[in-house]
């Protein structure tokens, strides 16, 4: 029996990149089951990296990293399943022709593995999946015709259709209005609490999550800061990372990336 | 008319326009949903220089031809996966390249040969019984594996990196697909010609993308027209004597128009997803 102490991800001294370029270095990060977890850092700093790494597409050139006690290297069909990704918007075409209800059941092919079709339990999963979304009702509408948000409620639904211990959201508020990325957000939270899921979720937006997450990783291609949101929205370290374009109030911090073009 | 119906090489024609209109039709569906549109061009011609070079060395003209589209589409494949180069690109430079090959084998040849040209324009009313049994063959087997493999292929169509990161085996299944298309191009030369055979693996599709939103029933659409225009463009082109091949591409090409005006897509009004 594995210890549920252990961490279900593990990056132990992982450095990833192409040949003459270092995505991330030397990053050290234990994930455990449970958790929820804010990833930041500014644009080119890694997340996306990251993302990919976790989801077992991109293997460390140096170092290791483990996911449910396995190589990433080793990761087998199963093991992805367990993983359900939100991957950033923008990347659906409108018209491709599939309802909701197909989307959903996407979630199922692989934990289903080849040969197998879906069959009954597979089609309750997914309507579970909507249900859970408070998207059940929209089943056979085209997923080109629902708003950003409702588009993002499906996708989220695609992944816990897979039925998975991870939840992995890259920027899910990225292109929303700013009610719709409170929603989402709430969601995120309430499907962490409700399913026990681990959250691993990318963002830009500190504020957004700073008061929702357990734990926060600063990513600046290396691992800059990690902990409680306390411990890593310092003044100090968030200067280093993202330049003097930073101004913090009492209540709130805000990245204004072209603050001194104003004042 | 109906008298048509009693010669064998019509039965023939009509057979083997239905089998391979089906066929076209639905890997059409995913070959549009991938965008590998220009692939079904590129591996007709490549396989048109295969039938080529076998006519001028005396080899099986089919065999060859399954060899050239194979080799083009998984060149293709491989190109696009390293990342060196976009697809369209890669297609382009192996499209024009294997071309240029036919026409050199077709120059090299000492006489005139009218079969070649056949598998170039098509001649459906003169498919044999061996040939009908070949394109038969093929199409089961092509089918049978889109029909086994139709999730993951549908996945990958839709995202191939959301399919991989949920376990899909999602390279292996690309190139499956891509394998696929190589096969479905060269089961149709000898009905529909290198030129036209990538119209009905486009068309079809197009058609009924312009009229549904769910992925099942744009498979199920794209059958029947494909069947259809295949089956009615060799009708025509015994009735009217005019060639298979056009009819039968000027027929889909006129349902595609007619799709456009219906299409539900087309009368939609802007939702709030399209400010994004």
Redesign the interface.
């Known amino acids: 029996m594995p210890d549920s102490h252990e961490p279900i991800i593990r990056f132990d001294r992982a450095s990833f990149g192409f040949p003459g370029v270092t995505a991330l270095k030397d990053i050290s990060l234990s994930i455990h089951a449970g958790e929820f977890v804010g990833v930041i850092g500014p644009n080119g700093s890694g997340k996306t990296t990251l993302c990919r790494a976790v989801?077992?597409?991109m293997a460390p050139v140096e170092g290791h990293l483990h996911i449910f006690d396995c190589a990433c290297e080793e990761l087998r069909?199963?093991?992805?399943?367990m993983?359900?990704?939100l991957?950033q918007?923008?990347?659906?075409d409108?018209?491709?022709?599939?309802?909701v209800l197909?989307?959903v059941m996407?979630?199922r092919?692989?934990?289903?593995?080849?040969?197998k079709?879906?069959g009954r339990r597979d089609h309750e999963i997914a309507m579970e999946a909507l249900a859970h979304v408070a998207m059940d009702g929209h089943r056979?509408t085209?997923?080109?015709?629902?708003?950003?948000g409702?588009?993002q409620r499906v996708f989220i639904a695609r992944a816990l259709a897979?039925q998975p211990r991870v939840l992995l959201l890259d920027e899910p508020t990225t292109?929303?209005d700013i009610t719709t990325q409170h929603n989402v957000i709430e969601l995120i939270q309430h499907l962490h609490q409700e399913l026990q899921l681990t959250v691993l979720l990318i963002t830009h937006d500190i504020n957004m999550i700073r008061s929702r997450v357990d734990r926060l990783v600063l990513l600046k291609t290396r691992l800059f800061a990690a902990g409680s949101p306390a411990e890593v929205l310092k003044p100090d370290i968030l200067s280093q990372v993202y330049g003097k374009d930073l101004v913090i109030t009492e209540k709130d911090l805000l990245i204004v990336e072209d603050y001194h073009h104003h004042h | 008319m109906l008298e048509l119906f009693t010669y064998d090489f019509m039965q023939r024609s009509l057979l083997s326009a239905a089998m391979v209109g089906g066929l076209c039709s639905i890997i059409g569906v995913f070959v549009v949903l991938r965008g590998l549109s220009f692939v079904g061009a590129g591996t007709s011609h490549a396989a048109f220089a295969g039938v080529a070079l076998a006519y001028l060395m005396g080899w099986p003209p089919l065999l060859l031809a399954i060899l050239f589209g194979l080799a083009t589409v998984w060149i293709t494949g491989w190109v696009e996966e390293k990342g060196r180069m976009k697809l369209d690109v890669s297609i382009g430079i192996l499209y024009t390249t294997t071309m240029a090959l036919a026409i050199l084998f077709i120059g090299l040849m000492k006489t005139y040969n009218a079969e070649v040209y056949g598998y170039l324009f098509g001649s459906v009313l003169s498919v044999t019984s061996e040939e009908l049994r070949i394109i038969g063959g093929l199409s089961i087997l092509v089918l049978g594996l889109l029909l086994v493999f139709s999730k993951e292929l549908y996945f990958i169509a839709f995202d191939q990196e959301m399919a991989e990161a949920s376990g899909i085996p999602a390279r292996r299944i690309f190139f499956l697909l891509l394998t696929l298309v190589a096969l479905t191009v060269v089961v149709s030369l000898k009905t529909v010609g290198a030129i036209l055979v990538f119209a009905m693996i486009l068309i079809p599709a197009s058609t009924a993308y312009q009229l549904t939103h769910s992925l099942i029933t744009l498979t199920l659409y794209s059958a029947i027209i494909g069947v259809t225009t295949a089956v009615g463009g060799v009708l025509i082109s015994a009735v009217w004597d005019v060639p298979s091949g056009p009819a039968i591409v000027l027929l889909a090409t006129a349902l595609f128009f007619c799709s456009m005006l219906l299409s539900p897509k087309g009368m939609r009004s802007p939702s709030p997803a399209h400010s994004h």
Not at chain 1, 89 to 92: E, F, L, M, Y
Not at chain 1, 142 to 148: C, D, M, Q, R, Y
């Open positions: 989801l077992g597409l069909c199963h093991h992805r399943a993983i359900g990704y991957p918007k923008g990347v659906v409108r018209n491709f022709p599939v309802t197909e989307t996407m979630g092919y692989g934990a289903l593995g080849l040969f079709r879906p056979d085209a997923l080109g015709h629902l708003s950003g409702q588009q897979q292109g929303l």
